[in-house]
């Protein structure tokens, strides 16, 4: 299975911007999508989740209310941010998982990332 985050970019601080993630395999709805991302000097960053049967979603703390996690067909998942900050910066990749988990330990299979800078 591959996945393949795309969509960053150089933005203004208060923009939106969509990322993509496209995934080469099927994904099921017993499966686990997710964001993390991971800005320079720091840990890698749960952002939100999205349980693809039920099409619930989690978000963490510091983008809950701002971003949003949709699915796109069968196969893709989207990434809707709005009202972006420059601590939004950061490479964001997307992860494929069998289970509910925020820790990025959890998930087996990972897009390559995609760097969206956020300028203030």
């Known amino acids: 299975v591959q996945l393949q985050a795309s969509g960053g970019g150089l933005v203004q601080a208060g923009d939106s911007l969509r990322l993509s993630c496209a995934t080469s395999?099927?994904?099921?709805?017993?499966?686990?999508m997710a964001w993390f991302r991971q800005a320079p000097g720091k840990e890698r960053e749960f952002v939100g989740l999205?349980?693809?049967?039920?099409?619930?979603t989690t978000y963490g703390d510091s983008v809950k209310g701002r971003f949003t996690i949709s699915r796109d067909g069968a196969n893709a998942m989207m990434l809707q941010m709005n009202n972006l900050k420059s601590e939004d910066t950061a490479v964001y990749y997307c992860?494929?998982?069998?289970?509910?988990?925020?820790?990025?330990?959890?998930?087996?299979?990972w897009g390559q990332g995609t760097q969206l800078t956020v300028s203030s």
């Open positions: 992860a494929r998982g069998q289970t509910f988990s925020t820790y990025s330990r959890d998930y087996n299979f």
């Open positions: 395999g099927r994904i099921f709805s017993s499966h686990i």
């Open positions: 999205i349980r693809w049967g039920t099409q619930s």
